[in-house]
């Protein structure tokens, strides 16, 4: 299905107020990240497909740091975990005036799609009008889920949970997701309908369906994807939301044109942009903010974030590139360099073992093996700027702040920290001294002294 944005204005209430305890964090659950951002944000970035005319996040009274993550979408607060039909209560001020369609989501079930709200909405929209569209799937293990009994005429006639099915109810295979998409005009009178007569005596907004009936109204069941409603309660569930997570991000990747060659070996991150024809060897991680330009090949066991690849360079393999790396065309970085902080400009060279931080590396220069940035004195971090066609010899420390001239030549070996003139070779190494014979009386000398301790043992 492609994605299409509706005419209809479109509302959601997220629910992100639980605590989360099984996550044994204190971080809230919503705000852990798979793809290198927060679930809750994820879900945001669907939702923003859609183009929803407001959405307000229900949270409780201490997640200050959740509702910086979802702002400038305003929040609800839930004082007291009284279940989900409480928590859309504590929403419907936010909503005051609204009556298009709204979609009831979860933040920590950040897998859906746009296509399948879209899908929801639209259902929604048809002819038999009904009051409440819930989502179904079918897991392969339906456990506690709740069972969705349906009529003879296919609209959904109750939602049972689990606990309270019977052995026939167990039996069915479609099971409730939560999502719901719900008919703005009719959602304040369902909820404040909503009663807590059960044993945890909680407000389950699932009971709309009920009222919804009593109403005469008919609700309905689309069927997902269950991949996309995987929920996150628990450290595991969270490390199965990234893994189908990587395989979306890489199929996506590999269909508009990136090669990998082990395609499970490869980590993305949500945000990962790819030029063309883009070639990753296996074991590369990408953590957030990385763009890579056309043509590039990055080689095995490389790690990237926050860094800008311009096309046709080659990177690794093993190496790391930081924050505020930005690498211009036909850029070498090799095995074992890092680069944090700094541009790289078109055509230079660090191919081994070498750290370039807090840096501007001109075009063309080269960096030799061993080369190091000193960028930090232990209170401040300086700059480094190689000019263009520069060379900068083996085994170099470079002590910030410092500037190597274009087309300087820097011997191997030395230690820089005055200005270097363009053209100019700079060498600080020690003169060379050579004592003819020294080696032959060293060994004869060191031959004589073993041979002594071997004896001096064999007399103890």
């Given at each position: 299905m492609t994605t299409q944005k509706s005419t209809a204005p479109v509302a959601s209430v997220v629910l992100a107020a639980g605590q989360g305890t099984r996550m044994k964090s204190s971080l809230p659950k919503v705000l852990h990240p798979i793809g290198g951002r927060p679930m809750i944000v994820h879900l945001l970035d669907t939702l923003s497909q859609i183009n929803p005319e407001?959405?307000?996040?229900?949270?409780?009274?201490?997640?200050?740091?959740?509702?910086?993550?979802v702002a400038p979408h305003p929040t609800a607060v839930q004082q007291k975990a009284q279940g989900t039909g409480d928590a859309v209560r504590c929403a419907l001020p936010a909503l005051e005036g609204f009556d298009g369609d709204v979609l009831v989501l979860f933040g920590a079930d950040p897998l859906i799609t746009p296509d399948t709200l879209q899908m929801m909405i639209e259902r929604r929209r048809e002819e038999d009008d009904p009051a409440v569209v819930i989502l179904g799937f079918r897991p392969n293990d339906p456990g506690q889920y709740g069972r969705l009994v349906m009529d003879e005429d296919g609209t959904l006639e109750a939602i049972v949970e689990a606990r309270d099915a019977s052995p026939d109810q167990l039996e069915i295979e479609l099971c409730n997701s939560g999502v719901m998409a719900i008919d703005g005009k009719r959602l304040t009178g369902l909820v404040k309908r909503i009663e807590n007569n059960n044993a945890k005596s909680e407000f389950y907004l699932t009971d709309i369906v009920a009222l919804a009936r009593e109403d005469g109204d008919v609700c309905i069941v689309v069927e997902g994807n269950p991949d996309e409603l995987h929920g996150v309660d628990n450290?595991?569930?969270?490390?199965?939301?990234?893994?189908?997570?990587?395989?979306?991000?890489?199929s996506t990747a590999m269909i508009d044109g990136v090669t990998m060659i082990e395609p499970e070996t490869i980590t993305l991150s949500a945000d990962t942009e790819f030029g063309t024809d883009v070639t990753l060897e296996p074991?590369?991680?990408?953590?957030?903010?990385?763009?890579?330009?056309?043509?590039?090949?990055?080689?095995?066991?490389?790690?990237?974030?926050?860094?800008?690849?311009?096309?046709?360079?080659v990177i690794g393999p093993f190496a790391r590139l930081r924050p505020g790396a930005d690498l211009g065309e036909d850029?070498?970085?090799?095995?074992?360099?890092?680069?944090?902080?700094?541009?790289?400009?078109?055509?230079?060279?660090?191919?081994?073992?070498?750290?370039?931080?807090?840096?501007t590396i001109g075009e063309k220069a080269n960096i030799g093996a061993g080369t190091?940035?000193?960028?930090?004195?232990?209170?401040?971090?300086?700059?480094?700027?190689?000019?263009?066609?520069?060379?900068?010899?083996?085994?170099?420390?470079?002590?910030?702040?410092?500037?190597?001239?274009?087309?300087?030549?820097?011997g191997a070996g030395s230690t820089i920290a005055r200005d270097v003139n363009a053209e100019a070779l700079a060498v600080t190494r020690a003169p060379q001294k050579q004592v003819e014979g020294w080696a032959s009386r060293f060994r004869t000398q060191q031959a004589a002294k073993k041979k002594q301790l071997i004896e001096k043992n064999k007399k103890d």
């Open positions: 407001r959405v307000v996040v229900v949270i409780n009274d201490h997640m200050d740091d959740v509702a910086s993550a450290r595991i569930d969270l490390a199965q939301a990234e893994w189908l997570l990587q395989v979306r991000l890489r074991n590369i991680f990408f953590g957030p903010g990385v763009r890579v330009g056309n043509n590039v090949t990055i080689k095995a066991f490389s790690h990237i974030e926050g860094a800008n690849i311009g096309d046709n360079a850029v070498r970085v090799g095995n074992f360099v890092e680069v944090k902080n700094s541009k790289i400009e078109a055509g230079a060279k660090a191919n081994h073992l070498s750290y370039i931080g807090d840096s190091i940035t000193c960028n930090y004195d232990g209170f401040l971090k300086s700059r480094t700027v190689i000019g263009k066609g520069a060379f900068i010899g083996s085994n170099t420390a470079l002590v910030a702040p410092v500037t190597i001239g274009d087309g300087a030549i820097i």
